[in-house]
C-alpha cells in the first residue's frame, strides 16, 4: 500500500499495549531489583523495528501516548544488560537467574509464556518472545519458552499459574480508567489480583480509585499520570511496545480521521 500510488496508508494512534507480567506468588519476583533487571534486559526498540512492520511503538507506560492520562515526563529504563546483571547481582543471584522460587518453597524452572495467537499488540508472538529471551540471556536471565492453546493459557493467566508471561490490552472507550484500573486496582479489601499474577499496590491502586470518582479530565489525568510513574518505578510490569494499526484507503479519499478506540466519523471525508 505505501508504494503504490493508488493507494495511501494512514496510521490509527495506539490504543494497544503489549506487555511482560510477573507473577508475586514468585519469591525472586517480589524483589524490585529483580523486577528492575528485566526491564533494563530487554532491548524494546530493537523487537519493534524487528516485528511491528514500521507501526510500532516501544512502550514506557501502560497507557498509550494517545490517551490522555499518558505521563509523557516518564524517563523508561535504558535498554543495558550489564546494569541488568549488576541488579541480579545486587539481589543475590551473581550468576544470574534460571529457577525460580514459590510461596511454598517450591523450586521449578524460569518458565516464559508466550501467547499461542497474534494480537495487534504482538503481532508474531512467538518471535518476539524469542527475542525477549536472547535478551535476557545475555543479562544471565535464562528462561524456557513454553506456551498452550489459547484457552488454556487465559485460564492459567485467570488462575495465577504462569510465572512469567506476555499478555496485552486493547481498550475500549478511550479512558484511562479502562486501561490502567482493569489490571492495577485492588478490590474493597485490597485483595492481590489473582488474574494478574497477584500484583497489589495500594498506592497506585487508591489512586486509580480516586481517580475514577472524579468527573473533570483536568482534575482526573493528574492521577493516572502519577499511578503511571509509580507503575514504572516499581516495575511491576514490563511494557514492550504499542502498535499503531495500518488503514489503507484509496488515493482519492480524503478528510479521514482515524479515532484510536476504531470509532469512525465518515462526516469529515470527502471521495474526489
Not at 95 to 102: D, H, K, R, Y
Not at 168 to 196: H, Q, S
Request: charged share 25%.
Amino acid at each position: 500500500v505505501k508504494v503504490d500510488p493508488r493507494f495511501k496508508l494512514i496510521l490509527r494512534p495506539a490504543n494497544t499495549t503489549g506487555y511482560v507480567a510477573f507473577n508475586y506468588k514468585v519469591k525472586e519476583f517480589q524483589d524490585p531489583k529483580v523486577r528492575q533487571a528485566f526491564a533494563q534486559a530487554i532491548n524494546k526498540q530493537a523487537i519493534v523495528d524487528a516485528f511491528y512492520g514500521g507501526t510500532g511503538m516501544a512502550a514506557k507506560e501502560f497507557q498509550p501516548p494517545a490517551l490522555w492520562g499518558y505521563n509523557d515526563k516518564i524517563e523508561d529504563w535504558k535498554y543495558d544488560p550489564d546494569a541488568a546483571k549488576k541488579l541480579l547481582a545486587e539481589a543475590g543471584f551473581p550468576e544470574g537467574l534460571s529457577e525460580i522460587t514459590w510461596e511454598d518453597g517450591t523450586k521449578a524452572p524460569l518458565d516464559f509464556w508466550y501467547m499461542p495467537v497474534s494480537r495487534p499488540y504482538y503481532p508474531s508472538p512467538k518471535d518476539i518472545a524469542t527475542a525477549i529471551a536472547a535478551d535476557l540471556a545475555k543479562a544471565g536471565i535464562k528462561v524456557s519458552l513454553q506456551t498452550v492453546d489459547w484457552a488454556t493459557y487465559l485460564d492459567k493467566r485467570k488462575n495465577g499459574l504462569l510465572p512469567l508471561y506476555m499478555l496485552g490490552w486493547t481498550g475500549d472507550n478511550g479512558d484511562p480508567d479502562n486501561f490502567v484500573c482493569y489490571f492495577f486496582c485492588l478490590d474493597a479489601k485490597d485483595t492481590p489480583i489473582m488474574r494478574e499474577g497477584f500484583v497489589a499496590d495500594k498506592e497506585v491502586s487508591d489512586l486509580l480509585k480516586k481517580a475514577a470518582t472524579l468527573t473533570k479530565r483536568e482534575e482526573r489525568a493528574p492521577l493516572y499520570q502519577q499511578a503511571e510513574q509509580l507503575i514504572h518505578d516499581r516495575v511491576l510490569r514490563v511494557f514492550i511496545a504499542n502498535n499503531q494499526p495500518p488503514l489503507g484507503f484509496t488515493a482519492n479519499v480524503d478528510g479521514y480521521i482515524p479515532n484510536p478506540t476504531g470509532t469512525e466519523f465518515f462526516n469529515t471525508v470527502v471521495v474526489k
